[in-house]
T-cell receptor, first 111, second 116 residues
Framework: EDQVTQSPEALRLQEGESSSLNCSYT??????LFWYRQDPGKGPEFLFT???AGEEKEKERLKATLTKKESFLHITAPKPEDSATYLC????????????FGAGTRLAVHP | GAVVSQHPSWVICKSGTSVKIECRSL??????MFWYRQFPKQSLMLMAT?????????EQGVEKDKFLINHASLTLSTLTVTSAHPEDSSFYIC????????????FGPGTRLLVL
């Protein structure tokens, strides 16, 4: 059964304290792993798509990496405005275009 | 680019009434649109997938007669919650994929529904 597990559930950081969020997945033929950011009361905002093991993508203080079993979202020197819930989702091969979401990691960055 | 809008952003209705939520892709043509619902502090739950001009595909456990989806054009999909009840109160979010980048789902801002 396809499954996405994110850890930790919640993370509290001081401003400038770098850390990583984990997304472990089990899927029959990965056809894309997606990272989204969701602020309270809003829809998810697209961050990255990764397709193959070894791939990395960066955007400002965020860097996403992918292995055959998991993905990491590294946050370097976070700021309070990085506080949000970060969602990971996978899409599998075989003509299916729907995403399977993890439960998310709630990140709080304090000044 | 890849902007998706939803209307209304907030709706309060009485039990037994029907509510329609619109989802529009503003700067691209959406080959496929998706409807999700999200409960507080939980992740997104896919309700249905719709392609323009064809019937929506509903996820297991989602009542198709209660949640009517119409994908009338390449830029508009609507979700109608029929005979709404308090248990239908939730945050409803749509997403869309484009023809150029068919892999990525771009999400709307969501619609909060409260049924009294």
């Amino acid at each position: 059964e396809d499954q996405v597990t994110q850890s930790p559930e919640a993370l509290r950081l001081q401003e400038g304290e770098s850390s990583s969020l984990n997304c472990s997945y089990t899927v029959s033929g990965l056809r894309g792993l997606f990272w989204y950011r969701q602020d309270p009361g809003k829809g998810p905002e697209f961050l990255f798509t990764l397709y193959s093991a070894g791939e990395e993508k960066e955007k400002e203080r965020l860097k996403a990496t992918l292995t055959k079993k998991e993905s990491f979202l590294h946050i370097t020197a976070p700021k309070p405005e990085d506080s949000a819930t970060y969602l990971c989702a996978v899409r599998r091969s075989g003509g299916y275009n729907k995403l399977i979401f993890g439960a998310g990691t709630r990140l709080a960055v304090h000044p | 680019g890849a902007v998706v809008s939803q209307h209304p952003s907030w709706v309060i209705c009485k039990s037994g009434t029907s509510v329609k939520i619109e989802c529009r892709s503003l700067d691209f043509q959406a080959t496929t649109m998706f409807w999700y619902r999200q409960f507080p502090k939980q992740s997104l739950m896919l309700m249905a997938t719709s392609n323009e001009g064809s019937k929506a595909t509903y996820e297991q456990g989602v009542e198709k007669d209660k949640f009517l989806i119409n994908h009338a054009s390449l830029t508009l999909s609507t979700l109608t919650v029929t005979s709404a009840h308090p248990e239908d109160s939730s945050f409803y979010i749509c997403s869309a994929t484009s023809g150029l980048d068919g892999e990525t789902q771009y999400f709307g801002p969501g619609t909060r529904l409260l049924v009294l």
